[in-house]
């Protein structure tokens, strides 16, 4: 079981930066597929960005390619997004997420309490 706390969430402006940290807890986060996820207002939940267990493999949403990087840090069980290019419609609370299948795949089992990033224009 591995326990997931968000930070680095904040209000910037558009065209801004911003890298959340995800760290978490247990012996064996190394083994875990990790991903951020978030959740606009009114919209349904979506997978932003994926890295499997030796950071070789990574998948990231179209609507943030050339913009967002997943990273991690298997030493100091940590997951990281750097955001940059923010837009207005990246505004929504980020959810790191932890699984011990594939990185591709949409079943997550653990999660963290979220952060917010709001962007404004």
């Known amino acids: 079981q591995v326990q997931l706390v968000e930070s680095g969430g904040g209000l910037v402006q558009a065209g801004g930066s911003l890298r959340l940290s995800c760290a978490a807890s247990?012996?064996?986060?190394?083994?875990?597929?990790m991903a951020w996820f978030r959740q606009g207002p009114g919209t349904d939940r979506e997978l932003v960005a994926a890295?499997?267990?030796?950071?070789?493999?990574?998948y990231y949403a179209e609507s943030v390619k050339g913009r967002f990087t997943i990273s991690r840090d298997n030493y100091g069980n940590t997951v990281y997004l750097q955001m940059n290019s923010l837009k207005p419609e990246d505004t929504a609370v980020y959810y790191c997420?932890?699984?011990?299948?594939?990185?591709?795949?949409?079943?997550?089992?653990?999660w963290g309490q979220g952060t917010q990033v709001t962007v404004s224009s």
């Open positions: 247990g012996r064996t986060f190394r083994t875990y597929a």
């Open positions: 890295i499997n267990w030796s950071a070789d493999n990574t």
């Open positions: 997420a932890a699984q011990r299948g594939s990185y591709l795949s949409d079943h997550y089992d653990y």
